[in-house]
């Protein structure tokens, strides 16, 4: 299984960009997913999660501006951001929550103020 990020962009602060994720390979429905990412010097760090069924967790700092979906027909899934901070800039992956597979090449958001 192989993982492909992509959507990435420069944009200015409060603009807003929509991450996808394509995931090669069978399963893909039924694994918890998430969208991670990492800051220059910083650890990486979980920001939004989905079920299988679709039921969506978000980390604090991202609540109410990120919103996460997939499409299990089509083995993708994607990352709404809305009113984007400087802070949020960093390569952003999208993994498993549990077994996490090989990490993919991520997508860079850089949000400038």
């Known amino acids: 299984v192989q993982l492909k990020e992509s959507g990435g962009d420069l944009v200015q602060a409060g603009g807003s960009l929509r991450l996808s994720c394509t995931a090669s390979?069978?399963?893909?429905?039924?694994?918890?997913m998430g969208w991670y990412r990492q800051a220059p010097g910083k650890q990486r760090e979980l920001v939004a999660s989905i079920s299988g069924g679709g039921s969506a967790t978000y980390a604090d700092s991202v609540q109410g501006r990120f919103f996460i979906s997939r499409d299990n027909a089509k083995n993708m899934m994607y990352l709404q951001m809305n009113n984007l901070k400087p802070e949020d800039t960093a390569v952003y992956y999208c993994n498993r929550i549990i077994l996490r597979l090989d990490w993919g090449q991520g997508t860079q958001v850089t949000v400038s103020s």
């Open positions: 390979g069978s399963a893909f429905s039924v694994n918890a």
